[in-house]
């Protein structure tokens, strides 16, 4: 599965493709005078024919109110610092808002460039002026790149150009692992064995994170026809994606302290088994809700990300969901050097080090991917956390399915010693099985 997605990994990074997006709301007199302006989108153009198209419900109220669309270039930060008339002064473009529609053709751009457009009127910087008690002011806002034939139809914007190509791909693999292996792994859970509840954990990760895709492939799809998409199947894929990270996250956490806090008490003659001591399933539950709380507060903190589970970390909550996954990596491998450094069996170290291994690559690929994606330029940025946290982690679980239904490494360790290897979660009418 992993190696059809690699291939094309490259692709889809550089693809020249572009997504784009339709914008309604209301021009508000109020809101652009507290703002010194106010924002109403962001957009990153690439290559020619890049266009901006503004329509109007009432423009005689815009031609009264001298209303103006502004478009500044890729100036995020100076114009903080700027008064109410320097900023609007600074302005790339300025667009006199008088007709039911206008069209503004955006200049060639030689490497993809944010543009960001901003609302005022004539009481924009006039702090003593009286607003009047009119309607607010309704608009609709198309940006749109150009397609392959130099035309401005393309509903994508550069930063996340072959995502929607990316997640067809990603299904397409998911579906072909699935033809494969649903039968050896459904007969191996009919089965049972020492770790069955395991697997079905991974399943239906495996199947959360199936579901995320398709929502974010739908969305797509739709939003490459009228820049919209459908917003409640961008949430749902959200929130099948943070279920199956929290899922994860307990099985893992459940494991490796499970095996740490029981391992001074298991006797030697009972069979092997993961007991959910007090201390162990709050240590989980602990770091379950945790990442839970921290996934939720940086998905709304970034109003603009729309389209995607992962987001560039500017955020707070970013930052501390990043921390958090460092020191559980950390805590995971206090573990397993506690138990790979006392054990002098080869194929029992083996058995942990690959289990290790699927462990870090969960755990490390956000944060180390992050950090990686500063060498990209900025339009690459998101696209290569997204991508590749969703290959390590599919690549992470292929690991542990590997590992967990090994016969010739986990059932020969499970059987050398009841005592050494607590990953198992035995149910009261097996235990007389193992």
């Not at 692709?11 to 703002?35: N, W, Y």
């Not at 069209?103 to 002026?129: H, V």
């Not at 990316?166 to 050896?184: D, E, S």
């Not at 991917?369 to 679980?397: A, D, P, W, Y």
Request: glycine share 6%; aromatic share 10%; with cysteine.
């Amino acid at each position: 599965m992993s190696c059809l997605l690699v291939t094309l990994v490259a692709a889809v990074l550089f693809s020249s493709g572009a997504l784009g997006k339709t914008v309604t709301g209301l021009f508000k007199s109020e809101v652009a005078r507290q703002q010194n302006g106010q924002f109403i989108t962001k957009f990153m153009y690439q290559g020619d024919n890049g266009l901006l198209v503004c329509r109007l419900d009432n423009s005689a109220l815009a031609t009264e109110k001298e209303s103006r669309l502004l478009l500044y270039q890729d100036m995020d930060s100076d114009l903080d610092n700027l008064s109410c008339t320097e900023r609007l002064a600074k302005a790339h473009f300025t667009i006199s808002l008088h007709k039911e529609e206008f069209n503004q053709t955006i200049p060639r751009q030689s490497s993809p460039t944010a543009w960001q457009a901003l609302y005022t009127d004539r009481y924009t910087c006039q702090e003593s002026a009286v607003i009047p008690s009119h309607a607010d002011l309704s608009f609709t806002l198309l940006l749109l790149n150009a397609d392959s034939a130099g035309n401005p139809l393309e509903h994508f914007s550069a930063e996340e150009a072959g995502l929607h190509s990316f997640y067809f791909l990603l299904l397409l693999a998911y579906f072909i692992a699935c033809c494969i292996y649903i039968q050896p792994l459904y007969q191996a859970l009919r089965k049972g064995g020492p770790m069955n509840t395991v697997l079905k954990v991974l399943t239906m990760a495996l199947a959360l994170q199936g579901c995320s895709a398709l929502c974010n492939y739908i969305h797509l799809a739709r939003y490459s026809r009228d820049g919209i998409g459908i917003p409640l199947i961008g949430s749902l894929a959200e929130f099948w994606d943070m279920v199956s990270q929290v899922s994860m996250l307990y099985m893992l956490l459940s494991l490796c302290m499970g095996w740490t806090l029981s391992r001074g008490r298991k006797p030697q003659s009972r069979p092997l088994q993961w007991e959910q001591s007090p201390a162990s399933t709050a240590v989980a539950v602990g770091g379950v809700v945790t990442q839970g709380v921290l996934l939720l507060w940086e998905q709304y903190s970034e109003s603009e990300s729309d389209h995607h589970s992962y987001h560039a970390q500017r955020s707070l909550a970013g930052v501390l969901l990043i921390a958090l996954r460092v020191g559980l990596a950390l805590l995971l491998a206090s573990v397993l050097y506690q138990i790979i450094s006392t054990e002098r069996s080869t194929l029992k170290r083996d058995f942990y080090l690959c289990f290790a291994k699927g462990c870090f690559l969960w755990f490390l690929c956000h944060p180390v991917l992050v950090l990686m994606s500063v060498v990209f330029n900025e339009h690459q940025r998101e696209k290569v956390v997204t991508i590749g946290v969703i290959l390590c982690q599919s690549i992470s679980m292929v690991i542990l399915y590997q590992l967990f239904l090994s016969r010739s490494l986990y059932w020969e360790v499970s059987s050398l010693s009841s005592v050494s290897l607590p990953l198992t979660m035995s149910r009261t009418n097996h235990r007389g099985r193992y």
